[in-house]
């Protein structure tokens, strides 16, 4: 049972360049989301979605897409990336969207040069 | 607008001293409130699930309580490897979306 898990771990892309974010989990979750941690600021909830082929927009969606076509996979693209979007991302999953604790995944550190 | 805020920003305490971590929250409706602890360049792990107020949860040195607007993390005898940030989100009723506060560094000196 590996949790959640996410490639790649680190990642630099030059501004304009997309690239997406993998995330896996293998607990059957239902619900799954992408955070973005930036010093000062706490994780802030990009986009979640509550089961395959259900997305829905956080708190900070702009420049991002998800798609969600399978229960273990929830993959985050960035479309053309830009220096603002220099952060670390973490993937989360729980059991359903009704107020689960949260399992997040090691983290992706993506710099946008 | 939901808000969850956490103080102190930043807390050092000698090992063995007890002390409490605040997590305020205005929420639309409390559907859970979360405690968990983040170490350096890794996820967070989660601790707490707190549902009504009144409600504590215990787990060796950490205990965590609920009020209507308000909760604490409470560290009795801390050890060093209880060094980290413990942050506090909140699922706001009509909503699937979690909020997290920007947490608290908690540093423990041997």
């Known amino acids: 049972n590996a949790g959640v898990t996410q490639t790649p771990k680190f990642q630099v892309l030059k501004t304009g360049q997309s690239m997406t974010l993998q995330c896996a989990q293998d607990?059957?979750?239902?619900?799954m989301s992408w955070y973005r941690q930036d010093p000062g600021m706490g994780l802030r909830l990009i986009h979640y979605?509550?089961?395959?082929?259900?997305?829905d927009q956080g708190e900070v969606p702009n420049g991002y897409n998800v798609s969600r076509s399978t229960t273990e996979d929830f993959p985050l693209r960035l479309l053309s990336a830009a220096p603002s979007q220099t952060s670390v991302y973490f993937c989360a999953s729980s059991y359903s969207q009704d107020s689960y604790e949260q399992y997040f995944g090691p983290g992706t550190r993506l710099t946008v040069t | 607008e939901d808000q969850v805020t956490q103080s102190p920003e930043a807390l050092r305490l000698q090992e063995g001293e007890s002390s409490s971590l605040n997590c305020s929250y205005t929420v639309s409706g409390l559907r859970g409130l979360f405690w968990y602890r983040q170490d350096p360049g890794k996820g967070p792990e989660f601790l707490f699930t707190l549902y009504s107020a009144g409600e504590e949860k215990e787990k060796e040195r950490l205990k965590a309580t609920l009020t209507k607007k308000e909760s604490f993390l409470h560290i009795t005898a801390p050890k060093p490897e209880d060094s980290a940030t413990y942050l506090c989100a909140v699922q706001a009723g009509g909503t699937y979306k979690y909020i997290f506060g920007t947490g608290t560094r908690l540093k423990v000196l041997a």
């Open positions: 607990m059957n979750h239902e619900y």
């Open positions: 979605s509550v089961g395959a082929g259900i997305t």
